[in-house]
C-alpha cells in the first residue's frame, strides 16, 4: 500500500511563501498525473494544481502566477511552491497521485495565511 505524506505547511503572513512537498512511501509505477488539492472549512475540495507525467501543468485560475507545481519522477515526490500568498488561499492541501488506474492521498498538510 503506497503512503503520502505531505510536509511544509503552516502558518504564513499575507504576501509570505510557502513549499510544499509530498513523498511516497515507495516507488510507484505508471504515474499518470499528480497534483494539490485544496480543502477550506465549509467548502469542497479543489484543484490547486496538477502535472502530468510528461510534465504538462494545470492550474487553478486565482494561483496562476503564484503557485509552481514540480515533480520528481526518481523520488516519487511532487512539491507545491507557494509565493505571494493570500488569506483566501487558507485550507488543508492535500497531495493526489494517479498512477495505474489507482488514486492515493495524502493525509493533508494546513497552510494559514495570516497576519
Known amino acids: 500500500q503506497v503512503q503520502l505524506v505531505e510536509s511544509g505547511g503552516g502558518l504564513v503572513q499575507p504576501g509570505g511563501s510557502l513549499r510544499l512537498s509530498c513523498a511516497a512511501s515507495?516507488?510507484?509505477?505508471?504515474?499518470?498525473?499528480m497534483g494539490w488539492y485544496r480543502q477550506a472549512p465549509g467548502k469542497q475540495r479543489e484543484l490547486v494544481a496538477l502535472?502530468?507525467?510528461?510534465?504538462?501543468?494545470n492550474y487553478e485560475d486565482s494561483v496562476k502566477g503564484r503557485f509552481t507545481i514540480s515533480m520528481d519522477n526518481a523520488k516519487n515526490t511532487v512539491n507545491l511552491q507557494m509565493n505571494s500568498l493570500k488569506p483566501e488561499d487558507t485550507a488543508v492541501y492535500y497531495c493526489?497521485?494517479?498512477?495505474?488506474?489507482?488514486?492515493?492521498w495524502g493525509q493533508g498538510t494546513q497552510v494559514t495565511v495570516s497576519s
Open positions: 493526489k497521485v494517479v498512477a495505474g488506474g489507482n488514486i492515493y
Open positions: 515507495r516507488i510507484i509505477f505508471r504515474i499518470n498525473n
Open positions: 502535472i502530468t507525467r510528461t510534465g504538462g501543468t
